[in-house]
């Protein structure tokens, strides 16, 4: 069946802009994972969403991050007024309950 | 707190055996993973190992778990060309919140040379 999708692949954007990442999950599957791959910082964990409960944002580096999941499935990642460190591959992941993860490709976010 | 390190980097001849290691702190991990990212690209599932046990082995990949010294290594056997890419380990957060997160080591290169 269909991966893990993400869009857009890449995006490039002025500092201070806002951006929207999207990321379609695998059908069926309950929890959706946001992490982020930066050279500096590694692969980091940003929110998780678990069918309707409430997220664990604990990740996120400030309050400029947000995500949305709707309807259980789509979610949305937008980063308000980025700054030149948000550049980073914004990556995707879902699962079975807390089962074993799946990736999408990832977004290549670049600050200009 | 919870904490996962690899080496940085591993250079092989073409058809030697491959092993990459990885340390982690956290005790109450449940699942260990490897996985592999190729340049521009998201991450693959390899494989990976239940905390109770202490092998798995998967065609060409072969997991060790030694829980006491809290240490994970993959081997992989006839090492190829198109092997090179960046290998993660990650261990699936335990602790109370439950949520599954992965922690994340900083990847492994591994150079495989004709």
């Known amino acids: 069946g269909a991966g893990v999708s993400q869009s857009p692949s890449n995006k490039v954007t002025e500092k201070g802009k806002d951006v929207e990442l999207r990321c379609d999950p695998i059908s069926g599957h309950t929890a959706l994972y946001w992490y982020r791959q930066s050279l500096g910082q590694g692969l980091e964990f940003l929110i998780y969403f678990q069918g309707n409960s409430a997220p664990d944002k604990s990740g996120l580096p400030s309050d400029r991050f947000s995500a949305e999941r709707t309807g259980g499935s789509v979610s949305t990642l937008t980063i308000q007024r980025t700054q030149q460190e948000d550049s980073a591959v914004y990556l995707c992941a879902s699962s079975h309950f807390t089962d074993t993860q799946y990736f999408g490709p990832g977004t290549r976010l670049t600050v200009l | ?114």
């Open chain 2, 1 to 114: 707190g919870e904490d996962v390190e690899q080496s940085l980097f591993l250079s092989v001849r073409e058809g030697d055996s491959s092993v990459i290691n990885c340390t982690y702190t956290d005790s109450s991990s449940t699942y260990l993973y490897w996985y592999k990212q190729e340049p521009g690209a998201g991450l693959q599932l390899l494989t990976y190992i239940f905390s109770n046990m202490d092998m798995k082995q998967d065609q060409r990949l072969t997991v060790l778990l030694n829980k006491k010294d809290k240490h994970l290594s993959l081997r992989i056997a006839d090492t190829q060309t198109g092997d090179s890419a960046i290998y993660f380990c990650a261990e699936k957060s335990g602790g109370s919140s439950n949520t599954g997160k992965l922690i994340f080591g900083q990847g492994t290169t591994l150079q495989v040379k004709p």
